[in-house]
C-alpha cells in the first residue's frame, strides 16, 4: 500500500462513515462484521429491516438475532470462508422470504477487511435486493416477467419452454440473461425457488415429507430429497429435525 494512502486512512481513522454512502443507493444494503461475524456497522435500511432505531442497537449482534438458524448459518459460514480464504464472494444469489412472506432474491457481495498489517480482521459487503431494483433494470424486462411467473406459479408445472415463451426469446437466450444477472441459468433459479419455499413448509407445517414434494412441484420424495440435498446439504428430514420448531 502506498504511503501516501496509508497517511489518508490513518487521517480519517474512525470518524468517517463510509455506510452513509449505501444509505443513498436504493435497494443496497451494507454491513461490516468482525472476525467473530459479529455486526460492527450497517447502512439505515438494514436497521430499518431489523427493526432498530440506532446502530448502536446492532453493533454486537450477529446473524442469528435476526435471521431462522438455517438461514443465519449460512451466512456465517460465507464470511468464514471470505476470512480464511481471503478471496472476495461476489454475485451469491440467496434465495428467501422478506417479512412480508414474499420470496425475493437478494444478490450478497462480501470482501474481507483488513488492518495496517494487511491481517484479515472482519468482512464487509453489499446485498441488493433484486425486487428493490427491478425499476432500474431495464436490461432485465424480460427476466422481469419471467421472476414473476416463477414467483407466482412455481407450486405448478414450470418449463424452460414456457419460460422462454413467456420472455420471447429462445431458451438458450433466457438462459444466458438468467447467467448473466443471477449467476445461474433458469432451470437452477427454479429450482432454487423451490426449495427455498419447501424449507418454510418443512419448519412451518407438520405436513409429511412427500407432500410436501409433490406440493412444490417435485414428481415425487426422491426426486425432491435429491435436489433439496443438492441445495442445502442435508436431507428433507434432516433438515426439519434440526431446525424445526
Not at 406459479?153 to 431458451?171: F, K, W
Not at 443471477?182 to 418443512?202: D, H, K, P, W, Y
Request: proline share 3%.
Amino acid at each position: 500500500m502506498e504511503e501516501q494512502q496509508i497517511e489518508f486512512f490513518r487521517k480519517i481513522g474512525e470518524v468517517q462513515r463510509f455506510q452513509e454512502l449505501f444509505e443513498h443507493i436504493p435497494g443496497v444494503y451494507f454491513f461490516v462484521k468482525d472476525a467473530k461475524s459479529r455486526l460492527m456497522g450497517a447502512s439505515r435500511p438494514i436497521l430499518d429491516r431489523f427493526g432498530l432505531d440506532s446502530e448502536d442497537q446492532l453493533i454486537g449482534t450477529t446473524d442469528f438475532d435476526y435471521f431462522p438458524a438455517h438461514i443465519a448459518a449460512k451466512f456465517v459460514q460465507d464470511d468464514e470462508l471470505v476470512m480464511r480464504s481471503g478471496t472476495p464472494l461476489v454475485g451469491r444469489v440467496e434465495i428467501w422470504y422478506t417479512e412480508q412472506r414474499l420470496l425475493d432474491w437478494f444478490i450478497t457481495n462480501k470482501l474481507p477487511v483488513r488492518d495496517e498489517k494487511n491481517r484479515t480482521v472482519g468482512v464487509m459487503g453489499t446485498v441488493r435486493s433484486y425486487e428493490g431494483n427491478r425499476r432500474s433494470l431495464q436490461t432485465y424486462t424480460q427476466i422481469d416477467k419471467v421472476v414473476e411467473y416463477i414467483r407466482e406459479q412455481h407450486t405448478g408445472r414450470v418449463t424452460v419452454s414456457q419460460l422462454a415463451e413467456i420472455a420471447g426469446i429462445s431458451p438458450r437466450q433466457l438462459h444466458r440473461k438468467f447467467s448473466d444477472f443471477f449467476g445461474m441459468n433458469v432451470q437452477e433459479f427454479l429450482s432454487r425457488t423451490r426449495i427455498q419455499a419447501a424449507s418454510a413448509a418443512l419448519l412451518n407445517s407438520d405436513e409429511p415429507i412427500v407432500e410436501i414434494a409433490l406440493r412444490f412441484g417435485f414428481c415425487d420424495q426422491s426426486a425432491f430429497t435429491q435436489q433439496f440435498k443438492k441445495y442445502v446439504g442435508v436431507t428433507p428430514l434432516k433438515f426439519r429435525r434440526e431446525h424445526g420448531t
